[in-house]
């Protein structure tokens, strides 16, 4: 079983993804429960080469007490009771007012999510159906008969924690049921992470359109080689690509992180080629320590900067760095050491401090530091560095926004002035987008 807590739904996805991976090359429909799983199953879908799409289930609340769910339903109408649904006073009369009261919700999901196309068709498919974990298991329940009735030749229930019994009710259910941690004494599925933070419905819609078919068409595995270790790289490169941007993830993070796809997303609809590659090795990874080796960040980022300019498919292309967290430091490192190669740098709740003083100095690519208002200290290491920077650069303070950028709109705002700085440094001027307070 699975260490507990998670550190978050992106730690958690991705220790899914290391228990699917007998399902990479099939293709698997990845069907998440939202908004929470979302990003998790934006995650799955990247790292098995599958689909994603959202199962739109409800659960019902008890008479009195909405969070306590008696049952289930999904968007055709089909519903599951729980044993004790007569227990807290729900009649039939209740159940059929609290069943077209979530119908309406669900229909209003599906006009916002999808709007511009019909569910994917989950027939003859291999079908996991994901959630960040079982408490009561009432809409996993109905999200599995969703899918069972829409045709899934081989159907998986994927979660990070859920409770023993719920988890014992799902197994009829499923071909294949994935779960990594079933503890004693579940209270809630909260309790097994370390943030839960809510997923908003704009993050949703930028997922979802980032995993539409068709949407990642054209992206590549690509291998990187520094020194002696290979590490794996994700390339995406649209039709008459006006520039290069390459991520550098922050500690702990990983190409398939769901920020950083929901921003390159934006990037690429924008005309912008993207790689994201891991920097570190899944054991270096492991490794706090080298999460925050910046001269080694540094010179993997460096090689990869060294592979696009040897590779036919973007060697003609101007570059741009999108670094977070520690990722943020080695992308100026980078900058400063091949000014002549790198032409802009956008760093995300980034840590430009990590890069040193002297790098900063060097640094010649016009910069800009974007930071949330309410990561104070982070914000406070921000304006240390750009004071330390003689370049073109500019602070962005996005209001209310934490670390992560979690906040309804935030991470939009992000990948719209990344698009706007690169399009200025990279291509000329951009079309005018929103900008937060500047700092």
Not at 6 to 14: C, I, Q, T, V
Not at 29 to 37: C, D, E, K, Q, S
Not at 198 to 227: H, W
Not at 345 to 366: E, H, I, M, T
């Amino acid at each position: 079983m699975t260490a507990l807590p998670f550190a978050d739904r992106d730690d958690a996805a991705r220790r899914l993804a290391v228990a699917l991976a007998h399902l990479h090359g099939r293709r698997p429909l990845v069907l998440a429960i939202p908004r929470g799983a979302v990003p998790m199953g934006r995650t799955l879908a990247a790292a098995l080469g599958g689909d994603l799409d959202v199962v739109l289930v409800r659960k019902l609340g008890a008479p009195g007490n909405p969070e306590l769910a008696i049952g289930a339903v999904d968007e055709h109408g089909r519903v599951h009771l729980a044993s004790h649904a007569a227990l807290t006073g729900a009649d039939a009369a209740y159940i059929r007012r609290e069943t077209e009261r979530q119908l309406a919700l669900i229909r209003d999901r599906r006009r916002r999510y999808t709007p511009d196309r019909p569910p994917l068709d989950a027939a003859g498919r291999t079908v996991i159906v994901v959630d960040d974990g079982l408490a009561t298991g009432s809409t996993m329940i109905a999200a599995l008969g969703a899918a069972r009735a829409a045709g899934a030749a081989h159907l998986v229930c994927a979660v990070p924690v859920a409770a023993r019994d719920s988890l014992e009710r799902v197994r009829p259910l499923a071909d294949e049921v994935v779960c990594l941690a079933a503890p004693w004494n579940f209270y809630a599925v909260g309790q097994y992470y370390d943030r839960f933070d809510q997923v908003s419905d704009e993050q949703v819609v930028a997922l979802l359109a980032a995993g539409r078919p068709g949407a990642g068409e054209g992206r590549q595995t690509v291998t990187i080689l520094c020194d002696d270790v290979a590490t794996a790289g994700d390339l995406v490169v649209p039709d008459a690509a006006r520039g290069l941007i390459l991520f550098a993830h922050g500690s702990g993070s990983s190409r398939h992180s769901p920020r950083n796809r929901q921003v390159a997303a934006t990037l690429e609809g924008a005309g912008f080629a993207t790689l994201l590659m891991d920097l570190l090795t899944p054991d270096e990874d492991a490794d706090p320590a080298a999460r925050f080796d910046i001269d080694l960040l540094a010179h993997r980022l460096d090689a990869a900067l060294r592979w696009a300019r040897h590779d036919a498919r973007v060697a003609a292309l101007p570059v741009g760095l999108f670094g977070s967290s520690t990722g943020a430091a080695a992308a100026l490192r980078v900058a400063a050491a091949r000014g002549d190669a790198v032409r802009a740098v956008v760093s995300r709740g980034g840590r430009p401090d990590l890069a040193g003083d002297v790098a900063l100095a060097r640094v010649q690519a016009p910069t800009l530091l974007i930071v949330g208002g309410a990561d104070r200290e982070v914000l406070a290491l921000n304006r240390q560095a750009l004071a330390a920077m003689t370049a073109s650069a500019e602070l962005v303070v996005v209001p209310g926004a934490t670390h992560l950028f979690e906040e309804p709109g935030a991470l939009e705002q992000v990948a719209r002035l990344a698009v706007d700085w690169f399009a200025r440094w990279l291509t000329g001027p951009a079309p005018a987008v929103p900008m937060p307070a500047r700092s």
